[in-house]
């Protein structure tokens, strides 16, 4: 009776495994049932001859064994046949050849098969939750999916899903100024599901423009509905982000829809993504237009795209250069990733100094790809260099301290040699004046006078 008990506690154990791990009954019985083939396998040599009945509703497990009768003293596999004196006490009807079919009680294959199979059991059921914990976010990457903090770490934050599955948030993944505690729910998108060793391991991002994108889905009707698409997006998470959607229908104005009246629709995704203010364009397919709208606040003047180079060069007036660049030069750099065009600034002006010089001039005393980084944040000529402020240069046009510094030299030196000429010839001037009209004294003056 103790057995009897031992094995329906060692299927109920497992029942209630089958609740905490969401593992469906056909598919516990297919592990149950395998399990106990390898046990009963490497206890008799072979499971051919064995039928498993397992009823997890009930706690039931029944196993039977198939022998070929044989006359008595020709048994070879007492496994594999019964004798006709031994079948005869079960039913009198049997005669030789004929197959009996006997329930065995899992006590008969010992203790240590029983303390076997439930490592064996324990280890195929992990395996099993798994596979299955891969395979539901396999499914899922892409989606937005919730966990609450249970522990934070200096390079990642560990969360906990409703199923208290383990989802990993990497420090790489959140916004700069994301700050969570435990017991905090966060919301993030499955950005990818590693699978070393059968070791799942679920990784989450707040930074992927497919987080964003999910989230317009689920705060704007018309994109869930299909009626508004988004077309680009680009992002500097927690700075800013960019992003292009269209209207299939002409009726609908796809920009107004996003941004609600009085922003009230994105108010909800900014608040989300730590006031990352949020730029929605119209998309076009005219290039022009489209660079246009992405450069935005900044009114251009005109524009020429090189379409095999993927780029083009945006010309401005000077004082709408520094919001089409934007602070830390944010504008620019997404509406390139936007457009996918790399865009150069370059300040229109109508009357040219004509003592000043592009910047091409110096291309060999300057590397070209300096120069090229000065051209994108407006810098064409030596002048709109040497009248930007040095900390500007270093940091929008993203060179080092020594680089800006050898430029502003040799841009200083061309000018230097100008500017001393003229002093000297204001010197002279100023000399020859001299001689002719001495400086009088008041003194003097006062003496004539008298």
Not at 100 to 128: C, M, W, Y
Not at 316 to 321: G, S, T
Request: glycine share 4%; with cysteine; charged share 35%.
């Amino acid at each position: 009776m103790g057995k009897k008990k031992e094995t329906i506690s060692l299927i109920d154990t497992f029942s209630e495994f089958n609740e905490l791990k969401n593992i469906d009954k056909a598919t516990l019985i297919s592990v149950l049932e395998e399990a106990f083939r390898i046990v009963i396998s490497k206890s008799v040599g072979t499971d051919e001859n064995y039928d498993i009945i397992i009823n997890p509703d009930k706690g039931d497990l029944e196993i039977w064994r198939n022998r070929t009768i044989v006359e008595d003293g020709e048994i070879e596999d007492p496994n594999m046949e019964i004798t006709l004196s031994e079948a005869l006490k079960i039913d009198e009807d049997f005669e030789v050849g004929e197959e009996v079919t006997d329930e065995v009680p899992l006590e008969h294959f010992g203790r240590r098969t029983i303390l076997n199979l439930r490592q064996t059991l324990a280890s195929k059921i992990l395996e099993l939750e798994k596979d299955n914990l891969y395979n539901l976010y396999k499914e899922k990457v892409g989606e937005i999916v919730s966990g609450e903090v249970y522990q934070v770490w200096k390079k990642e934050i560990l969360l906990l899903d409703d199923d208290h599955n383990e989802l990993i948030l990497p420090k790489t993944e959140q916004i700069p100024s994301d700050f969570f505690r435990k017991g905090e729910h966060v919301r993030a998108v499955v950005a990818r599901v590693e699978n070393k060793n059968n070791n799942p391991k679920i990784i989450l991002s707040r930074t992927s423009p497919v987080f964003l994108e999910r989230l317009f889905e689920q705060e704007i009707p018309e994109i869930a509905d299909g009626l508004i698409t988004i077309k680009g997006i680009a992002r500097i998470p927690g700075e800013r982000a960019k992003v292009a959607v269209e209207a299939y229908d002409d009726r609908i104005d796809p920009v107004g829809a996003c941004v609600g009246m009085k922003g009230f629709r994105i108010h909800g995704i900014v608040r989300e993504l730590r006031n990352e203010n949020i730029d929605v364009i119209n998309f076009t397919n005219n290039t022009n237009l489209y660079i246009q709208r992405a450069l935005s606040p900044a009114k251009i003047n005109s524009i020429s795209v090189r379409e095999e180079e993927h780029r083009a060069e945006v010309f401005l007036n000077p004082e709408e250069v520094s919001l089409a660049i934007g602070k830390g030069g944010a504008n620019i750099k997404l509406a390139s990733m936007l457009t996918g065009y790399n865009i150069e600034v370059f300040r229109d002006i109508d009357e040219v100094d004509e003592e000043d010089i592009y910047l091409d001039e110096f291309r060999d005393e300057i590397d070209g790809w300096v120069i090229d980084q000065l051209k994108k944040i407006g810098c064409s000529t030596a002048k709109n260099v040497l009248a930007t402020s040095r900390e500007r240069l270093i940091k929008e046009a993203d060179l080092e301290e020594s680089t800006v510094d050898e430029v502003l030299a040799i841009l200083r030196y061309e000018f230097d040699d100008e500017e001393v000429l003229e002093e000297s010839e204001e010197s002279a001037i100023d000399n020859i004046i001299s001689e002719e009209e001495p400086e009088i004294e008041v003194d003097d003056v006062e003496e004539d006078s008298l």
